[in-house]
């Protein structure tokens, strides 16, 4: 492995954030680093300026690298976009020191360096970040994991769909906390590969992980989770509504998309319970 690595940090309208990303993946970027004014930056970190997003993608190859900053500079003339060589092992220790464990009701999900940490008294879950959302430290992570333990503990043996999965982490959270069929779907494959080995190395191997659209999925599910984007949660709604027997639990919300993500699911005869907030980000509770 080489002894440096290769940093592409682009400044960026936030509307235009997540296509950038999608299009740093395509370019083969080995991970990403997002700040924008919705989570906390690190200390010592350059915040965005504002109405802008600050993404750094990190590449070995400085081919790929010098490709991806071409890229990037066509599609998005606007952006501001700078290439800098880094020593490898400081991306190493960034990247670590970005993830944290977090303790949600009766869990414990962490990254593998922290998991000899975790109380016993915990149901624990141990996650590879890797380039996959969901390792339990985001809020909207965290308000679902405490939306299924909750769930779980008056409804033992229930089935549950994990929309948009990542990680895998709220389904293995799902069948460690008791409960019954659990299908998880990513439209990633990146994403689908590391939810499987995820659930290998938390000893749930028999869950159904899968790039199937949700209109593959047979069956409906006592719980519905989606810890998706709130455009995709409104354009998915139809589709999320169908594969529910009983309860959903939407996230990935900011607290001023609410109302439009609420208005689509009453539509389609969802009622809209309590749900919860933290910080900007909600989750939606709905009963069908």
Not at 153 to 179: M, N
Request: aromatic share 4%; charged share 25%.
């Amino acid at each position: 492995m080489s002894q440096t690595y290769l940093s592409l940090t682009v400044d960026i309208a936030e509307e235009a954030s997540e296509i950038l990303q999608d299009l740093l993946h395509e370019a083969g970027a080995l991970g990403l680093e997002v700040r924008d004014h919705e989570m906390p930056i690190m200390p010592g970190m350059r915040i965005p300026a504002t109405g802008e997003s600050i993404v750094v993608a990190y590449f070995e190859d400085r081919a790929a690298a010098e490709a991806a900053r071409d890229e990037v500079v066509e599609s998005h003339p606007k952006a501001r976009v700078t290439l800098d060589e880094q020593p490898q092992q400081d991306w190493s220790n960034e990247w670590k020191s970005l993830i944290k464990s977090v303790q949600v009701g009766r869990l414990w999900v962490g990254p593998p360096w922290e998991a000899e940490s975790a109380p016993q008294d915990k149901v624990r879950i141990v996650i590879e970040p890797k380039m996959a959302f969901g390792t339990g430290d985001h809020p909207t992570t965290s308000l679902c994991l405490a939306a299924v333990d909750d769930f779980m503990t008056t409804h033992p043996g229930a089935s549950v769909l994990d929309v948009g999965t990542g990680t895998g982490v709220l389904a293995i959270a799902a069948k460690k906390l008791g409960a019954g069929t659990v299908v998880g779907t990513d439209n990633d494959p990146v994403c689908v590969e590391l939810a499987r080995e995820n659930c290998t190395d938390n000893a749930t191997p028999d869950l159904d992980i899968s790039e199937r659209e949700l209109t593959q999925v047979p069956g409906t599910f006592d719980l519905v989770l989606a810890n998706i984007l709130a455009n995709t949660l409104i354009e998915l709604a139809p589709l999320i509504v169908a594969k529910a027997k009983d309860r959903l639990v939407l996230a990935g919300v900011l607290a001023h998309q609410r109302v439009d993500v609420e208005a689509a699911f009453r539509k389609l005869g969802c009622t809209v319970l309590a749900g919860a907030q933290q910080g900007e980000w909600v989750r939606i509770d709905l009963k069908r």
